[in-house]
Each structure stands twice: as structure tokens, then as C-alpha cells.
């Protein structure tokens, strides 16, 4: 599977960003979808998850309430919808695909897309 993230860019705190991510390759709907983030020096940390059908979604408790994970698999698209954004979100955005239901750990994830930054000002 072959991911393309986009949608990135730079907004004031409380704005909103979606992003995309566009799979090839494989059947998309056959694989669990992710999202990750990458801040300078620091480690690539789970943000939100989703199951094949779209049916489960999980997140982490910083973003609860403020993002959502979403994906249509008749295009081959996961997306994050990010509001209130703060600067603390500011990082490198990476989905991800894998086989394992629930997973947050990177570890469990076989595929990868490039990365977009999300920069968000206070």
C-alpha cells in the first residue's frame, strides 16, 4: 500500500485543518488506518485510529473532542478533521495503514505516507 498525505499548512490557534490521505495499491478497505505526529525532538505519537468499515474510532485523550478520524474507502481516503487547533499540535502528520484492530502503537503499523506539517501559531 502506497500512502500520499496532504492538506498541512499553517493556521492561528483555535482554526481548523483536514487532512487526506490517499492509498494505492491494495485494498485499502482491508487495512486499519492511522494517524501519527512527529513534533521536533520528540518521538512519532498515536493521535487517532480507525477500524476497516469506519465503524470504531479511537484517540488520543489530548485530542478527544477536537479531532475527528473519518475514511472513505470507495476513494481510498482516511482523513483527520482538526478544530481548536493549538500550538501544541504543531508537528509532522503521517497516516498510516495496518492490519491489527485498535493499534496506537507505531509497531503495528506496515505502511506509511511521506508526512505534512501542521504548524499552528498562538
Known amino acids: 500500500v502506497q500512502l500520499q498525505a496532504s492538506g498541512g499548512g499553517m493556521v492561528q490557534a483555535g482554526g481548523s485543518l483536514r487532512l487526506s490521505c490517499v492509498a494505492s495499491?491494495?485494498?485499502?478497505?482491508?487495512?486499519?488506518a492511522g494517524w501519527f505526529r512527529q513534533a521536533p525532538g520528540k518521538e512519532r505519537d498515536f493521535v487517532a485510529g480507525?477500524?476497516?468499515?469506519?465503524?470504531?474510532?479511537y484517540y488520543v485523550d489530548s485530542v478527544k473532542g477536537r479531532f475527528t478520524i473519518s475514511r472513505d474507502n470507495a476513494k481510498n481516503t482516511v482523513y483527520l478533521q482538526m478544530n481548536s487547533l493549538k500550538p501544541e499540535d504543531t508537528a509532522v502528520y503521517y497516516c498510516?495503514?495496518?492490519?491489527?484492530?485498535?493499534?496506537?502503537?507505531?509497531?503495528?503499523?506496515?505502511?506509511w505516507g511521506q508526512g505534512t506539517q501542521v504548524t499552528v501559531s498562538s
Open positions: 480507525i477500524s476497516w468499515g469506519g465503524g470504531s474510532t
Open positions: 495499491g491494495q485494498t485499502f478497505s482491508s487495512y486499519v
Open positions: 498510516a495503514a495496518g492490519r491489527i484492530a485498535g493499534a496506537t502503537s507505531r509497531a503495528r503499523y506496515n505502511y
